[in-house]
T-cell receptor, first 115, second 113 residues
Framework: DTGVSQDPRHKITKRGQNVTFRCDPI?????LYWYRQTLGQGPEFLTY????????KSRLLSDRFSAERPKGSFSTLEIQRTEQGDSAMYLC?????????????FGAGTRLSVL | AQSVSQHNHHVILSEAASLELGCNYS??????LFWYVQYPGQHLQLLLK??????LVKGIKGFEAEFIKSKFSFNLRKPSVQWSDTAEYFC???????????FGTGTRLKVLA
């Protein structure tokens, strides 16, 4: 399978714990995105990387959230001191190096449940 | 701020009925427009896209959408739906100056066999 891969698919944690999610983009895609989707809503943009540089962060990304893409390949999204409101599906997408036109390919997501 | 509105949250149709899902966006500049589909248990998949040119775009599985700039709309259509079209459909807008997508809240379509 050469699609966007996310791990884990499901995560259940207790309030206050830290969690980390991983995303492996499609090979040679230089842009990588994180979105969050809650029930009944569409995906909401969190942040994106071009290679290893984090170029944009949403105001949704509080200081408890941090994302990295250290070698410009896979990315991690960490949530510290989780809260019940963090329960959501976290989606990763990637897009290829193409001037001006951006088609994003999505992974299956990581569903986080904070108890 | 940009926003995308999908006014139909749930749609139920019988097989062979025609489908039109509304999508309106609130940005006056140059935009790219997308429809994504999410089948039960699967990830978001691109259905069709509009960047420029002919405002009537055709996508996979017999879907098409029409970009009407004066109405800020990008409605999705299919002349005859099938049971396998049961899914959630998301409209998205990408400001041509950035890379992030703004999604609508989605329309859940159920097609009765």
């Amino acid at each position: 399978d050469t699609g966007v891969s996310q791990d884990p698919r499901h995560k259940i944690t207790k309030r206050g714990q830290n969690v980390t999610f991983r995303c492996d983009p499609i090979s040679e895609h230089n842009r990588l995105y994180w979105y969050r989707q809650t029930l009944g809503q569409g995906p909401e943009f969190l942040t994106y990387f071009q290679n290893e540089a984090q170029l944009e962060k949403s105001r949704l990304l509080s200081d408890r959230f941090s994302a990295e893409r250290p070698k410009g390949s896979f990315s991690t999204l960490e949530i510290q001191r989780t809260e019940q409101g963090d329960s959501a599906m976290y989606l990763c997408a990637s897009s290829p190096r193409r001037q001006g036109i951006d088609i994003q390919y999505f992974g299956a997501g990581t569903r986080l449940s904070v108890l | 701020a940009q926003s995308v509105s999908q006014h139909n949250h749930h749609v139920i149709l019988s097989e062979a009925a025609s489908l039109e899902l509304g999508c309106n966006y609130s940005y006056g500049g140059t935009v790219n427009l997308f429809w994504y589909v999410q089948y039960p248990g699967q990830h978001l998949q691109l259905l069709l896209k509009y960047f420029s040119g002919d405002p009537l775009v055709k996508g996979i599985k017999g879907f098409e959408a029409e970009f009407i700039k004066s109405k800020f709309s990008f409605n999705l259509r299919k002349p005859s739906v099938q049971w396998s079209d049961t899914a959630e459909y998301f409209c998205a807008v990408n400001d041509a100056g950035t890379y992030k997508y703004i999604f609508g809240t989605g329309t859940r379509l159920k097609v009765l066999a």
